[in-house]
C-alpha cells in the first residue's frame, strides 16, 4: 500500500498526519477506526461512548429531517478525536440522506436518457443535498448490473443490464459525487444481479464465467478504479469461478462470499484490478455474512482476508472483542490492522479536501428534463394513445403495492390530475367486487394500473400478488375493455400481466413522475425513454 498512489495521491504533509494519528491511536481505538456503525440503533449517551472510548471510524444515519441529521453530526465531530466517516445511501437523490432531501431519480430512470449528463446531475444533486446535512460519503453509485428479471434487490436500483451503459452511467454519477464534495463507495464488488437471490439473506452468487465477469462487471469496476473512486463497498456474494481463476482446485464448498475472501479481495480486487482505496463490507448484520461461519470468527476473519472496515454490528462491543481476540492469538496481525487504519485515514484526509466545496445545482430543472426523457412506452399494441375523456370519460384507478410516496399519496396525486383533466375517477375497491358476467362491463371506463412495487431488503421476490378473492384485480378481461399499466417501480411487470396492450415504465416514485407519465398518456407528448432492460423478460407471451 501507497498513500502517495492514487486514489489518495497524499501529500508528505498529509501522510505525516496519517503516521501520526495512526501512532497516537491505542489498539482499542485502532480496531474502533475499522467500524462503520448504524447511528438509529443507539441513544445519544451510547454513541458518545463510542465515540470517545472507542473512536469509531464511521457511522450512518437513516433519513431524518436534515435540521436533525445535521445537528447530530455537529455533535459529533465536536467529541470525535479522528474525523468521521459519515455516510449515506445516495441511490436517487438527497432522500438518501434526509427525508426532506430531493428523489431526483432511481438509477434505472437515469439509464433509461441514455444520457450521461443526467447521472452527473443526479450525483451534483444527491451531493449537495448531503453534504448540507455534513454527510461526507456515499455508499453508491451501485454499479450492479441487472441481468436476472427475478433478482429482488438490484431492479432499478442499476443501471440497467448493458454492461457498457452501467460503466458509463457509473463513472458519470460518480464524478457528479466526487464534484459535490462525496467520497464515493462503488458497490456490491464483485457485482449483484445475476442470481435470483438476496445477499440479505443468504450468500448469493455472481453466476457468470470468468470471461463474461472481467468483460461485464470486471470493465465497470476497471473504469471507476482507473478514475480513481476512493472506496468499494463488497457484497455477501461468491463468484465460484473467479475463485477459480485464481485456485484452478478450489471446490465450490469451500469458495467465500467477496467480503469474506482473500482471493477475490487480494488476488482480484488489489493486485488485478490495482485497486489500493479502502475496501468496506456491506452490512455484516445480513444472513450473506452470518450464515457462512462462526461470526467471532467472521469478523476478524473478514479483515485478514483484506476489508478494511465492518458496516453495522449485531453487538459492536462483542465484534470488537473478537477482533481484539484474534490480534491475541495471532489469527489476525497488527501490521494488518494498521495497514487498513492507514487507508481509513487516507480517506479522512481526502474527505478534509473536500470539506469546503459546494455547488451550485437546477434541481427541479434538471429533474423535469431527466423525467421528460426517461419515461418509457414499452407496449402500445392497440395504439389507444392518447387517453381522451370522449372515449374514455370514466377511468377506475388500480393501485399496486404502496400508495405512499415522499411527497403523498400515488392514489391522491393521480386522481386530482385526473379529474382536472375533466376524467371522472374512482378507485377499485374489492370489497366491493364480485364475480359476475362480462355483458354489462362498461366499456366507456378506462382501468388505469398504477404499481409501485419496489425492491427492498429481505423480500424473496418482487411480484404482483393478487387479491385472494377470485384475483378480481387482475386484468382478465382484455379482450373486452382497455387497461393501461403504469410501473413507478419494477421495469418487469409483464411478468404477471403479459396480455396487457398499453405498458409504460417510469422508473421512480414521486409527484413529478406521476403527473409527466399521466401527461404522456393524455397529451400525447413524445416518449423519449429507452428501456435499459429487457422489460418482456425474455418471453414471447409478453409481446403480445
Request: hydrophobic letters at 35%; glycine letters at 6%.
Amino acid at each position: 500500500m501507497n498513500l502517495k498512489d492514487k486514489p489518495f495521491n497524499l501529500t508528505d504533509s498529509e501522510e505525516k498526519w496519517v503516521n501520526d494519528v495512526l501512532n497516537s491511536l491505542t489498539t482499542k481505538e485502532k480496531i474502533g477506526q475499522l467500524f462503520i456503525i448504524l447511528g438509529d440503533l443507539y441513544q445519544d449517551d451510547t454513541l458518545d461512548e463510542f465515540i470517545k472510548e472507542y473512536a469509531i471510524g464511521g457511522i450512518l444515519f437513516r433519513p431524518d429531517l436534515k435540521v436533525n441529521i445535521q445537528s447530530k453530526y455537529e455533535h459529533l465531530d465536536k467529541i470525535s478525536k479522528v474525523p468521521l466517516i459519515k455516510a449515506a445511501n445516495l441511490e436517487e437523490g438527497g432522500n438518501g440522506a434526509i427525508e426532506d432531501g430531493t428523489r431526483f431519480s432511481t438509477e434505472l430512470g437515469v439509464s433509461a436518457t441514455r444520457n450521461p449528463k443526467f447521472a452527473y446531475e443526479l450525483g451534483l444533486v444527491s451531493g449537495k443535498e448531503a453534504k448540507e446535512a455534513c454527510v461526507n460519503a456515499s455508499f453508491s453509485p451501485d454499479t450492479d448490473i441487472d441481468y436476472n428479471y427475478l433478482n429482488p434487490i438490484t431492479n432499478e436500483r442499476t443501471f440497467g443490464s448493458d454492461p457498457k451503459l452501467v460503466k458509463e452511467m457509473s463513472l458519470s454519477f460518480y464524478k457528479g459525487l466526487s464534484d459535490s464534495g462525496i467520497i464515493a463507495f462503488a458497490k456490491h464488488f464483485p457485482g449483484d444481479g445475476t442470481d435470483f437471490r438476496d445477499q440479505h439473506l443468504l450468500p448469493s452468487y455472481n453466476l457468470l464465467t470468468s470471461r463474461d465477469w472481467f468483460n461485464s462487471y470486471g470493465e465497470v469496476y476497471k473504469a471507476l478504479i482507473d478514475n480513481g473512486i476512493p472506496g468499494i463497498m463488497v457484497g455477501h456474494i461468491t463468484s465460484y469461478n473467479l475463485e477459480k481463476e485464481f485456485n484452478p482446485n478450489v471446490l465450490f464448498k469451500d469458495a467465500l462470499p467477496a467480503s469474506l475472501s482473500d482471493t477475490l479481495l487480494n488476488k482480484l480486487l488489489r493486485e488485478k484490478l490495482g485497486f489500493n482505496g479502502l475496501i468496506v463490507t456491506d452490512a455484516t448484520i445480513m444472513g450473506g455474512f452470518d450464515s457462512v461461519m462462526e461470526r467471532r470468527l467472521a469478523i476478524p476473519y473478514a479483515i485478514k482476508s483484506g476489508i478494511d472496515m465492518l458496516v453495522f454490528n449485531l453487538d459492536l462491543k462483542e465484534d470488537m472483542s473478537y477482533i481484539d481476540e484474534a490480534l491475541n492469538n495471532k489469527t489476525l496481525s497488527y501490521e494488518r490492522l494498521d495497514e487498513a487504519v492507514k487507508r481509513i485515514l487516507g480517506i479522512k484526509v481526502l474527505i478534509k479536501r473536500k470539506e469546503n466545496i459546494k455547488v451550485n445545482v437546477d434541481t427541479k430543472s434538471w429533474q423535469e428534463d431527466l423525467i421528460d426523457n426517461s419515461i418509457t412506452l414499452v407496449k402500445n399494441n392497440d395504439n389507444i394513445l392518447p387517453i381522451t375523456k370522449e372515449k374514455y370519460p370514466r377511468i377506475e384507478l388500480r393501485i399496486l403495492g404502496n400508495d405512499k410516496m415522499t411527497n403523498g399519496s400515488l392514489k391522491d396525486t393521480a386522481k386530482e390530475y385526473l379529474e382536472k383533466e375533466g376524467f371522472e375517477v374512482s378507485v377499485f375497491d374489492i370489497e366491493k367486487e364480485e364475480l359476475r358476467g362480462t355483458k354489462n362491463l362498461d366499456k366507456g371506463k378506462l382501468i388505469l394500473y398504477l404499481a409501485n412495487l419496489e425492491t427492498a431488503s429481505n423480500q424473496t421476490s418482487v411480484r404482483i400478488n393478487w387479491a385472494k378473492k377470485h384475483a378480481l384485480d387482475s386484468p382478465r378481461f382484455i379482450n373486452e375493455i382497455d387497461y393501461v399499466f403504469i410501473s413507478f417501480a419494477n421495469p418487469y411487470h409483464l411478468i404477471d400481466v403479459p396480455r396487457i396492450k398499453t405498458y409504460i415504465n417510469s422508473y421512480t416514485l414521486n409527484k413529478e413522475v406521476v403527473e409527466a407519465s399521466l401527461k404522456k398518456i393524455l397529451k400525447k407528448p413524445k416518449f423519449k425513454g429507452i428501456s435499459p432492460v429487457d422489460p418482456f423478460c425474455g418471453l414471447m407471451d409478453t409481446h403480445l
